[in-house]
């Protein structure tokens, strides 16, 4: 398998370059869709689908679009079918809506379609971009679904609405809550690490490695990224 | 600067092919959205009118309703109304949402939030299925729930009365005190709607009830169904011949009756039980006494009691027969014993002697009112028994 | 007095109950990113109520009286991001221009503000709970003090785990979760308490 077939592109945002596991991106919808697992299957396939037609869009402009004025752009872009597949969701499926909400907005500011335009949509041809967007945006609603597995079964007995007999009786309520969001994220991180012996996940700490603003940002985060390490 | 127009250029393209994108999809998925949008809307309604097609609001202020109706929506084919009320039980805003078929029967009620204390009036409003205005007294009380009971019997009725008003019927919707203050309005215009309910020292045949009006333009006194409104001279104002001369002969009892104060100090066994006693020129007595009721006697470290006595003001014959009596006033726990204060309760002494007057309904829920309301009117018995030249 | 009632509840449950970081998890990013140091966690703090105040005074206009008004809602969140983008924009300029001093504080937060989550999310929640305009710039603040505050408590926290012998894996990343996990266990106390304040 080369390194540049189709395929490996595919599976790059599936497995090596996973965006929440692996590159930690996106973290924001992460821990707030993962309560349930119709939430967190709902919340991947909705950004999936934002993430496959930006990409489509972005690189079949990848030509016209002036590079100074990229970033408007890509937000402009992204904001739009957002906002479709909003509208679609509203219309087509209203219980998912009511349990997104204003998340579904804020799949514009996710920084893994903002951060895959800019670094690959931008630059690539359009199936390539288009296996790029299926490929991270699967990859990111098989995470979220990993963890709003772990915090349904445990925090509430039930698995996608179905309730399991055994584990009905030993919930960890606050699981499905705030708090336990981050923790199932912390230790599946921890995890990872585990298994992998150290080499995933790529990101060692949080800072702006990754967020696509980087670029045009100079906080002392990001100074210290040349200076200190 | 050809270049900066040039990125303007594009952005404005983009946004434009974006918001034609936008357009497109929101043509086709307002309509649905806005389906779905009110589907969830209706979902309460459908609980209460299941099988409805669809709902509209009906703009309540263009209609006089009950004032515990917030809300009112018309079933679209027809169907009936649902109604959205909210009234008093135990405890404030009991919301309760009434469906009411066209030909008027209820045909569903839920309870959507209250501050009752049982959490029974969850379920109760099934009671109340399939039942029309006729129906509605006899549903089974709650148990132990008296006044949550009531206010959802009301409420359902008041639902019942403003579907009839919506589907363009009329319907009495007064309450039992609007209804005695229109009457009496009607019987005597000059008391201008301000009247208080006399006291009787004597005994008056045949009248139910005097109201005096509080201007003292005259009298209304009410004999059976009818209002019969009296001049202040004595003379009838109505032309029912048969209840305006008992009217007149009530009035003249009235004005004749004269009331002398009874020097207490002379009578020290009555120091501690009666506040003030009086006798009329025929002979009847009129005391005050104090009775130990909650006030007094209950409490607790958290609740303390209110350490008043219930004053009740009794009217007598020589021969010790009540004739009328009334709560003057009382210190006994908030929406339980300070029922003793309603003519419902103290109204059933009217008549009695020191035989029969324990044999009335006691007031549910508090004993020690109850006891010490009793102990009240015995001490009165006593009382005129040593003013009418007992034992001092 | 009604309205004050109102807005301090308003206040109170966005900064303690529904805190934008802890419990809705709005911009995650920044306060684990920029959280490590307490100067550079105020300094994030500040930069992010600021502009969400003057976010909300900007878009809650536009949405009721240009949105709604000719039924471009659909626009909404176009029209907001924009906003907000060229807003921080434009702050960041005049900060650089007119105020080096407070620029070095403040002004070198503000690029990373324009994809945070929690600002767009402030300006849309403000629309969507149907606050008015001056509820709106309450609730703004509320939620820009919450994240100061979720920043501030935070950045203390991080500098006792940087001390710490942490186990490998949980080294970084996963030990910054937990901890943040435990201060949202604590902020979930709050629930419930600031309803019942005026009971």
Redesign the interface.
């Known amino acids: 398998m080369s390194k540049n077939s189709n395929l490996s592109v595919l599976l790059n945002g599936i497995i090596k370059e996973n965006p929440v596991l692996v590159l ?1 991106l996106g ?3 992460t ?2 869709t993962t309560g349930t697992v119709d939430g967190a299957l709902g919340m991947g396939l909705a950004a999936l689908a934002v993430l496959v037609c930006s990409n489509v869009f972005i690189s079949l ?1 990848r030509n ?3 590079e ?2 990229r ?3 890509y ?3 992204i ?2 079918f ?3 597949v ?3 969701v ?3 499926l ?1 219980d998912l809506y009511a349990t997104l ?2 998340y579904l ?2 799949i ?4 893994i379609i ?1 951060g895959r335009a800019e670094m690959f949509a931008g630059k690539n041809p359009v199936i390539r971009s288009a296996l790029d967007g299926v490929g991270m945006g699967l990859g990111f609603t098989l995470s979220l679904v990993v963890m709003a597995t772990i915090r349904e079964v445990f925090g509430s007995g039930s698995f996608a609405g179905y309730e399991i007999p055994f584990m009905q009786e030993y919930t960890i309520a ?1 699981l499905t ?7 199932v ?3 599946l ?3 990872i ?2 298994v992998t012996k ?1 080499a995933f ?1 790529k ?6 490695e990754g ?3 980087a670029s ?6 990001c100074a210290e990224k040349g200076v200190e390490n | 600067m050809k270049k900066n127009l040039k990125n303007i250029a594009v952005l404005v393209c983009i946004c434009a092919v974006i918001t034609v994108l936008l357009a497109a999809t929101n043509a086709i998925t307002a309509p649905l959205i806005e389906k779905n949008q009110n589907a969830a809307a209706n979902e309460a309604l459908l609980v209460v009118m299941p099988g409805a097609e669809g709902f509209e609001t009906v703009d309540i202020t263009a209609y006089s309703l009950p004032q515990t109706v917030t809300e009112a929506h018309k079933e679209t084919s027809g169907r009936g109304y649902v109604v959205k009320l909210v009234t008093t039980g135990y405890g404030s805003d009991f919301v309760i949402m009434c469906g009411v078929s066209s030909d008027g029967v209820v045909t569903g009620a839920v309870c959507l939030s209250s501050n009752e204390t049982l959490g029974k009036e969850k379920t109760y409003g099934e009671n109340f299925k399939d039942k029309n205005a006729d129906d509605v007294d006899a549903v089974d009380t709650l148990a132990g729930a008296t006044k949550t009971t009531e206010a959802y019997k009301n409420a359902v009725k008041d639902a019942l009365n403003t579907a009839v008003i919506l589907g363009g019927g009329s319907v009495d919707i007064r309450t039992e005190e609007e209804i005695l203050a229109d009457n009496l309005n009607a019987a005597l215009p000059a008391g201008e709607g301000k009247f208080q309910k006399h006291f009787f020292a004597e005994i008056v045949d045949g009248v139910d009830a005097v109201y005096t009006a509080d201007n003292g333009a005259g009298y209304v006194c009410v004999i059976g169904d009818a209002f019969i409104g009296v001049n202040a001279d004595g003379t009838a104002i109505t032309a029912d011949a048969v209840g305006a001369d008992k009217a007149a002969a009530a009035v003249a009892t009235i004005k004749a009756t004269t009331l002398t104060d009874i020097d207490l100090t002379a009578y020290p066994t009555l120091a501690n039980t009666v506040v003030s006693a009086k006798k009329t020129a025929t002979g009847n007595f009129v005391v005050e006494t104090k009775g130990a009721g909650y006030g007094i006697k209950g409490g607790n470290e958290y609740v303390p009691a209110s350490g008043e006595y219930i004053i009740v003001k009794v009217s007598m014959t020589a021969d010790g027969k009540i004739i009328d009596c009334l709560t003057v006033s009382q210190g006994e726990t908030a929406n339980l014993g300070d029922a003793c204060k309603d003519e419902a309760f103290y109204g059933q002494f009217d008549g009695k002697t020191e035989a029969d007057y324990t044999e009335i309904d006691a007031i549910a829920g508090a004993t020690m009112t109850t006891d010490g309301y009793k102990q009240a009117i015995e001490r009165a018995f006593a009382a005129v028994k040593v003013l009418n030249g007992g034992v001092k | 007095m009604e309205m004050f009632k109102t807005l301090i509840i308003i206040l109170l449950s966005s900064v303690l109950v529904d805190n934008y970081v802890l419990s809705r998890f709005l911009g995650i990013c920044p306060f684990l990113g920029v959280s490590k140091k307490l100067d550079q966690a105020t300094g994030m703090g500040v930069a992010v109520t600021v502009v969400m105040l003057i976010a909300t005074a900007a878009t809650w206009p536009i949405q009721y009286y240009v949105l709604d008004a000719l039924g471009l809602g659909y626009l909404q969140n176009i029209v907001f991001i924009l906003i907000i983008a060229t807003l921080v924009q434009m702050i960041e300029l005049l900060l650089r221009r007119f105020s080096p001093a407070l620029h070095k504080g403040l002004g070198v937060y503000l690029p990373l503000i324009t994809t945070n989550c929690a600002v767009l999310g402030v300006t849309i929640n403000n629309i969507l709970d149907g606050y008015t305009f001056i509820e709106s710039m309450v609730s703004s603040l509320g939620c820009g003090l919450g994240f100061l505050l979720a920043m501030v408590l935070f950045s203390g926290l991080r500098s006792r785990i940087d001390e710490s012998n942490i186990p490998a894996p949980f080294r970084g990343l996963a030990v910054t979760l937990i901890a943040a996990s435990f201060i949202s266990l604590a902020f979930m106390g709050f629930g419930g308490i600031v309803e019942n304040i005026f009971a």
């Open positions: 930690i973290t924001c919808p821990l707030a402009l016209v679009i002036p100074t004025m970033i408007p752009c937000i402009v872009i904001a739009g957002v906002t479709v909003k509208m679609i509203q219309a087509y209203p909400g204003v907005d804020l514009t500011v996710n920084c903002l606050f809550k705030a708090p336990g969001g981050l923790l994220y912390g230790l991180i921890a995890l690490y585990v150290g996940p990101k060692k700490s949080f800072s702006c967020c696509p603003n045009n940002c100079y906080t002392p985060n």
